[in-house]
Nanobody
Framework: QVHLVESGGGLVQAGGSLRLSCAASGRTFSSIVMGWFRQAPGKEREFVVGISRGGSISYADSVKTRFTISRDNAKNTVSLQMNSLKPEDTAVYYC??????????????????WGQGTQVTVSS
């Protein structure tokens, strides 16, 4: 079992920044593939960025030059720094953990545990 709690969402103007954090508990954090996903109203959940156990990172093209993921295995946290935010980044952002596989993947179904989500709203 892995318990995930996100924090850091909010309302920001276009061009602004937010930092999301996800605290994990219940399993050796360094052995977990972590990902951030988002879901806007009326849309499917989409991959934003993921980080493997070894620190390899994959970004969605839409956020590649603006978002930065990092993990701190000592603190059992993964963070998402979001810069140059756009109205189209508005969504509920979810932290996810993949414990049954070792590879980083963009497929939501491959992740076993999810946080409750945190709302990010970017105004124009």
């Amino acid at each position: 079992q892995v318990h995930l709690v996100e924090s850091g969402g909010g309302l920001v103007q276009a061009g602004g920044s937010l930092r999301l954090s996800c605290a994990a508990s219940g399993r050796t954090f360094s052995s977990i593939v972590m990902g951030w996903f988002r879901q806007a109203p009326g849309k499917e959940r989409e991959f934003v960025v993921g980080i493997s156990r070894g620190g390899s990172i994959s970004y969605a093209d839409s956020v590649k030059t603006r978002f930065t993921i990092s993990r701190d295995n000592a603190k059992n946290t993964v963070s998402l720094q979001m810069n140059s935010l756009k109205p189209e980044d508005t969504a509920v952002y979810y932290c996810a953990a993949r414990t049954t596989g070792v590879f980083l993947t963009k497929t939501p179904d491959a992740y076993d545990y999810w946080g409750q989500g945190t709302q990010v709203t970017v105004s124009s």
